[in-house]
């Protein structure tokens, strides 16, 4: 399985998570066979509108199983969904590894579509 993560920033487990995912800067795949972390540029955040259906491409280009984070807007949630990625809620966690711990220990709830910005 891979894990897509929004990172503030290219580094490790100990990375910042990004509080929205279109907007990401960076993201980190994480692959649960081998808990191996890499990070690749999102290159949808500077577009001017559609940042989340191009994070969502990006995403499904780059073979993700699942995403996680805090927000996702309705066109980003819509574009995960389409692929085939399933969407997981982060609530209060600070840093990829507390979300990738969280996820192990099967504690991240799946997202629910909603009308605003979050989800």
Known sequence: MKIVIPAVEIGSFETE???NFGRANYF???D????EIEFIDNSAADQSSGAGVGAAQL????EADIVAAYHF???AYKALTAAGIKILDLTDQKL???AYN???AGKLAEAEAGPGGHH
């Open 32 to 35: 649960t066979a081998n808990d």
């Open 102 to 104: 969280d996820y192990q």
């Open 96 to 98: 990829i590894q507390e």
């Open 59 to 62: 995403c499904a280009d780059n």
């Open 28 to 30: 980190a795949l994480v």
């Open 17 to 19: 998570i990004h509080e």
């Open 73 to 75: 807007g309705p066109k």
